[in-house]
């Protein structure tokens, strides 16, 4: 079992930025993917962005050139650097982790973007 914590999700004003954080505990194998994905208000949950262990990344379309995801494996954390933010972007934001075809997630954190 894998447990995730996520951390920095809050109010902000459009064109501002803030950083997520998640933590992963419990049995880590490498090699493994972590990510963000989001789930606005009545929409289906989707991608924000992945990294796999070795530093490969993946963007939704949507957040490509404003987020940037990255990852500790020693500490076994990813982070999410959300720039120039927008009121699209408002959403509960999930962190998500992917190993031997299991798949975990976090409880969410909510992001509100204010226009």
């Known amino acids: 079992q894998v447990q995730l914590v996520e951390f920095g999700g809050g109010l902000v004003q459009a064109g501002g930025s803030l950083r997520l954080s998640c933590a992963a505990s419990?049995?880590?194998?490498?090699?493994?993917?972590m990510g963000w994905y989001r789930q606005p208000p009545g929409k289906q949950r989707e991608l924000v962005a992945t990294i796999t262990t070795d530093g490969s990344t993946n963007y939704g379309d949507s957040v490509k050139g404003r987020f940037t995801i990255s990852r500790d494996n020693a500490k076994n954390t990813v982070d999410l650097q959300m720039n120039s933010l927008k009121p699209e972007d408002t959403a509960v934001y999930y962190c998500n982790h992917i190993q031997r075809e299991n798949t975990y997630w976090g409880q969410g954190t909510q992001v509100t973007v204010s226009s």
């Open positions: 419990g049995f880590i194998f490498s090699p493994n993917t």
